[in-house]
């Protein structure tokens, strides 16, 4: 028999816009990205944000530990960062003669993984599996990570200096990605005078706890979804793999961080079934990191945005029959 959620979509919802709200004090001009760095957290997925040192990545990150209660630990990764920081290692303990482990940075809520881009590929793929499947294997044995389990990672733009390109299978592993870019004047100048002899960290308070965010990702899981649903995401992401445009389309775990990215707008939004607009909502960030373009589109300047706008336009949205009945 299916577990009943112990928060309503109505309630989470509520609770969503406190938490937006308490984020926003330290984030300034960002709501957009704060909203979808939630949506993937409810849903239980991981970000990528892609920009520049200094916009407000880390900033991001503790403030959503905070408000969420979340153990938090942050990597900086660079060349000399091994697997074995993240992921943890066994050592011999002479005292009582036994292999002991000694857990990774990765034993945590929220990891921030700073800069992933600059450090090994080897390295890089000792988060697959964590990632993935929420545990580490060393040494043979497997470890279940702490629950929830969240991974923020940053990148500096492709071509920064030090910095090498993530392969195809660990950006896949990620629901979203993002941008979120420089502020416009005035948030720059609200960032400033927030600094002015104080820090607005100190002003973000817990919303709930950690078994309360369970419950809401649970909620989240929860949201309905109907066939009809079902079958435009799988439309849309076929519709990817046969473009001229693109060489290598979205693939099937795509399509369900699609789905779950959409359930955790509509729990957000109040509602307990998935419509079309939820879609629409997140299906830039969850699809343009999926997607190779051909060498015809990159000679053509037409970004994998454009490609996903053009294809909403093109594939039929479904009209729901009637609201289901609870």
Do not use: W
């Not at 990632?131 to 470890?143: I, K, L, P, Q, R």
């Not at 078994?211 to 435009?232: G, R, T």
């Amino acid at each position: 028999m299916e577990k009943k959620s112990a928060i309503s979509a109505v309630e989470a919802s509520s609770l969503a816009q406190d938490i937006l709200h308490e984020v926003q004090k330290v984030v300034v001009g960002k709501d957009i990205i704060i909203l979808k760095v939630l949506l993937a957290a409810l849903a239980g997925g991981h970000v990528l944000l892609e920009d520049m040192p200094g916009v407000g990545k880390t900033t991001l990150a503790l403030a959503f530990a905070k408000t969420l209660n979340l153990d938090y630990r942050r990597v900086q990764f660079t060349p000399d960062v091994l697997p074995s920081d993240v992921t943890g290692f066994t050592v011999y303990n002479k005292d009582n003669g036994c292999m002991e482990f000694k857990k990774g940075a990765a034993f945590c809520n929220l990891l921030l993984a700073d800069e992933i881009n600059r450090t090994s590929p080897k390295t890089q793929s000792s988060l697959l599996e964590l990632m993935e499947e929420n545990s580490v294997t060393v040494d043979g044995v497997t470890y279940e990570l702490p629950s929830p389990y969240f991974v923020l990672a940053t990148q500096n733009p492709t071509g920064s200096v030090g910095t090498q390109m993530l392969p195809e299978s660990q950006l896949d592993r990620f629901m979203l990605r993002l941008h979120m870019g420089y502020p416009d004047l005035d948030s720059e100048v609200q960032i400033m005078q927030a600094r002015n002899g104080a820090d607005p960290m100190d002003t973000v308070q817990q919303v709930i706890t950690r078994d309360m965010l369970l419950q809401m990702q649970n909620a989240a899981a929860q949201v309905y979804v109907d066939d009809v649903i079902l079958h435009y995401i799988a439309e849309l992401s076929a519709a990817t793999r046969s473009h001229d445009y693109i060489r290598l389309g979205v693939s099937p775990r795509g399509s369900l961080a699609l789905c779950a990215s959409a359930r955790a707008t509509a729990l957000v939004r109040g509602r307990d079934y998935v419509i079309p607009d939820d879609i629409r909502v997140v299906i830039a960030e969850c699809f343009a990191h999926r997607l190779l373009l051909a060498p015809r589109a990159r000679m053509e300047h037409v970004t994998a945005e454009d490609l996903i706008e053009s294809i909403l336009q093109k594939v039929p949205v479904p009209r729901l029959q009637r609201k289901r009945e609870s």
